[in-house]
């Protein structure tokens, strides 16, 4: 247990009580769990298949996108609209709803679309919502594996069908880079190359470094398999839902900046907070 | 149904009949699943457990091992030689046992224990035979999510909790370079900076590259999903598995320089015979 779960309970002291009950969240996490039982069934049947895969990159790249993106994000919008009709709405697919309400729902139904068309299990659904841009609860889905990592008000957990009963998450205690495993999901998805020298500086000093992941790698850190998770040009929906679940797992995600991680942009995340320090430093002075 | 399936039921031209029985092939793919059931309840306990890793590298680089791999291999070793007590055995915990026999079987029971360490579900358990250095069969166990992909002499196939029937394993067409699907399972594996320069250069051919995998990664091309993997350093018990897998499926797997891929170092899979030519001409000709 760590210590965000001891004091779960009452609302955060950075989220206006005014605008979002205890009450609220409780519910609105349930919607989540409701919207990720629905994507689960509509992306399942595509994964896996012989399936068409769109180029939406606008330059010479690649950005698939699938029926199965598509399907998901449209049943976790219906279904958060039939329940919160006063709520916004952010997914990767089909854009914004709503975009001044005070609660908006950030979704990307299939974070790693890349992962989901070679058949590889790391990929997931994303679910999160923020109050006045102060992220209140998140969810991430592998409908393949059947893990489900979520966090509300009141601590992050794992469901798995190995552990049906949600186990609660909890980062591990990793102070020192050398001892340290550094994820990222694709060095090629750092395009600036100072970025990249940045990168390679903190790969250098780690003990291990694995490539891949995506969602699934905070998911990973949160559960306290994997220490660092540093990556650049992320948007907003694909890195909403996992802030609460790292956070309250015990972890610290932001920018390397030092900002708020909830915009996206260049992220790093840390399962225990002395390490996120010592990358930011590396991230601050490669070559110091 | 690929051609290999089709022909499927005698013994293949290049196995010598005399030493090994089409009835002796069926009853050691089921002593290997076996095995791989054994093996599947010795590791998963260890699964997502903080674990001891002990460094076995004889230099300043990192090549973890853990009690789940040594577990394993001994259980996979017991099991195959109460049954085929006059085999031998190579395995990458425990060594060589009887070298001099005519079938050998070949055992990494944690292939990709760095992702096993993390958390992820990209590893897996292999075991093979071969006879007279040709393989026989090859079976690759994924304990967490419960697939088994597999093949002896009557074809691949593939089962999972999702489909408990055993479903045949195809590698899809793809015979130009600008469609495919590369991985690697890390670019830092590839220790040659002149190997590494071929592998950058296929990798600026294809559409799609992703790294990570392991033995994973042979599933998917075996499955359809990945068109080619490129590797280096392997020892035999990373791939003899898997050749059969691949090659039953109706990929092509070998060096780079065409030879049989049963002693491993650098290795090319693509599942589509054409696609090897034309990467192979790559690796050839990487400035071409």
Tied chains: 1, 2.
Aim: include cysteine.
């Amino acid at each position: 247990m760590t210590d965000q779960r001891h004091n779960g309970g009452g609302a955060r002291p950075n989220i206006p009580a005014s605008a979002l009950s205890e009450m609220d969240r409780i519910a609105m996490l349930q919607t989540a769990h409701q919207a990720a039982d629905l994507s689960r069934a509509a992306i399942l049947p595509h994964f896996r298949i012989p399936i068409t895969v769109e180029n939406k990159a606008q330059d010479a790249s690649f950005d698939p996108v699938t029926v199965a993106d598509r399907a998901a994000e449209q049943v976790i919008r219906d279904h958060i609209a039939r329940h919160w009709p006063e709520h916004g709405l952010i997914g990767e697919e089909f854009g914004l709803t709503r975009e001044t309400a005070h609660v908006q729902w950030i979704i990307d139904p299939i974070d790693g679309t890349r992962s989901f068309i070679i058949g590889s299990p790391l990929w997931g659904t994303l679910i999160g919502a923020t109050c006045e841009a102060v992220p209140v609860l998140g969810l991430l889905d592998q409908p393949f594996t059947k893990e489900r990592f979520y966090a509300g008000a009141q601590g992050a957990y794992l469901q798995t069908p190995q552990s049906p009963q949600p186990r609660p998450l909890a980062t591990r205690a990793c102070a020192s880079l050398e001892n340290a495993v550094l994820t990222t999901t694709h060095p090629d998805h750092i395009q600036e190359t100072a970025d990249l020298e940045r990168f390679y500086s903190l790969k250098s000093r780690v003990q291990l470094s694995r490539y891949g992941g995506d969602c699934y790698a905070y998911g990973l850190l949160a559960a306290g398999f994997i220490d660092l998770v540093v990556e650049t040009g992320l948007n907003t929906y694909d890195i909403a839902a996992l802030i609460p679940i790292v956070e309250q797992a015990g972890g610290k995600i932001t920018t390397w900046e030092g900002e708020p991680a909830i915009h996206g942009g260049r992220i790093i995340a840390a399962g225990d907070p002395a390490l996120h320090e010592a990358a930011m430093n590396v991230l601050a002075n490669p070559f110091g």
